[in-house]
């Protein structure tokens, strides 16, 4: 079945990619690796803002998580030319939590990231992975994972 397939059964429907906020580009193709800019918690109705461990809970910061990892994708395909049958792995996520600096279970909060590419890629969803805290994110977003990729 095709990603896009998968992501249909999962009910997820992708983005189209977000527009960089910056002075960058949304992601950089060096070969066979694609490296995609960090992708703040976004969903369709707006921002996801929050500070895990004050206003924010785990479950509510995973789902942050999981919207960035959508955007990711979303990115993805842009930079396949609209062919997400492209990516052959997830090969690293980074993720930056937005967090008290009491707060220690990011990776439990990035999990959301990392358990959606594994639902809607099965083993090529599988990567490395860093979870680390952040005294504030841009625009006081919860979340921002970056990810490198690798293509066809």
């Not at 906020?21 to 995609?36: E, K, S």
């Not at 919207?67 to 990115?75: E, F, G, K, V």
């Not at 090969?91 to 990392?114: C, H, M, R």
């Amino acid at each position: 079945m095709s990603i896009e397939g998968r992501l249909e059964d999962m009910g997820v429907t992708l983005p189209d990619a977000p527009a960089p906020a910056a002075n960058y580009v949304p992601f950089v193709r060096v070969g066979d690796m694609l490296y995609v800019s960090g992708q703040i918690s976004a969903a369709a109705d707006g921002l996801i803002c929050g500070k895990l461990g004050a206003d924010m809970t785990v479950e509510a910061g995973a789902a942050a998580a999981r919207a960035c990892a959508i955007n990711l994708l979303a990115q993805v395909r842009a930079a396949c030319k609209g062919d997400l049958d492209q990516l052959v792995r997830v090969v690293k996520l980074t993720g930056f939590v937005n967090s008290t600096q009491e707060f220690t279970d990011q990776p439990e909060v990035i999990n959301g990231a990392s358990d959606f590419m594994v639902e809607a890629l099965g083993d090529a969803g599988r990567h490395s992975r860093s979870a680390v805290s952040a005294a504030a994110l841009p625009r006081g977003v919860a979340v921002e994972v970056e990810g490198i990729f690798l293509l066809r």
